[in-house]
């Protein structure tokens, strides 16, 4: 049997950031999503409860969770989606909505992982230039065709820490929708 090739694709790996301090235990680290408090108590105590099923699969579709997270805020439980981390949920999004040569927009200054699941789908990334290291609506909107298919934006920003506040939002998603729908 023919040993399978590899599909070359040219993207740069994802390097995660420093994970240890000169070997100290103690240390806060603010550049991950990582809780510098350690496992709650309410964890802990659950996790010592004898007839907790961590032997199993969880159910795939989370469906306990998301109906716990319905209730508490309030959203139709078939908007929610769980997944392994958000970089689950950023690869899901992309292959549900990207084909090749379909174009994402991304802050220059943005999450590594949007630019590398996008390319795996064969999508062309586009780079909007940031004004003081803050997110531009205006220069995400120059960089929209009738090929946009994703604006990623993460809010506050990795890596920069700035942010779009609620009306600016709201103002690039309704501006996006007529931009969209009159480019060339
Ligand atoms: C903006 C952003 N999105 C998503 C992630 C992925 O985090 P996780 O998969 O732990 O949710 C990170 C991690 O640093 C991030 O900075």
Do not use: W
Not at 116 to 131: D, H, Q
Not at 162 to 178: A, F
Request: hydrophobic content about 35%.
């Amino acid at each position: 049997m023919n040993v399978p090739k590899f599909k070359n694709i040219n993207i740069k790996s994802y390097k995660p950031g420093k994970s240890g301090v000169n070997k100290k235990k103690k240390y806060i680290k603010l550049s991950a999503n990582e809780s510098s408090l350690g496992v709650s108590k309410g964890v802990k105590k659950i996790l010592k409860k004898k007839n907790i099923f961590l032997h199993r699969y969880p159910d795939s579709k989370s469906n306990a969770l998301r109906r716990a997270i319905s209730r508490e805020v309030k959203c139709d439980f078939d908007k929610i989606i769980c997944g392994a981390g958000s970089d689950e949920i950023i690869q899901m999004i992309c292959q549900l909505y990207l084909n090749k040569n379909d174009e994402v927009i991304l802050p220059e200054y943005s999450f590594l992982m949007y630019r590398i699941y996008s390319k795996i789908v064969g999508a062309k990334v586009l780079f909007s230039k940031e004004i003081k290291f803050k997110i531009s609506i205006e220069n995400i909107l120059k960089k929209v065709t009738k090929k946009t298919k994703i604006v990623f934006i993460a809010n506050p920003n990795n890596p920069t820490g700035t942010y779009l506040n609620k009306s600016e939002l709201i103002l690039l998603r309704k501006k996006l929708n007529k931009k969209n729908s009159t480019s060339n």
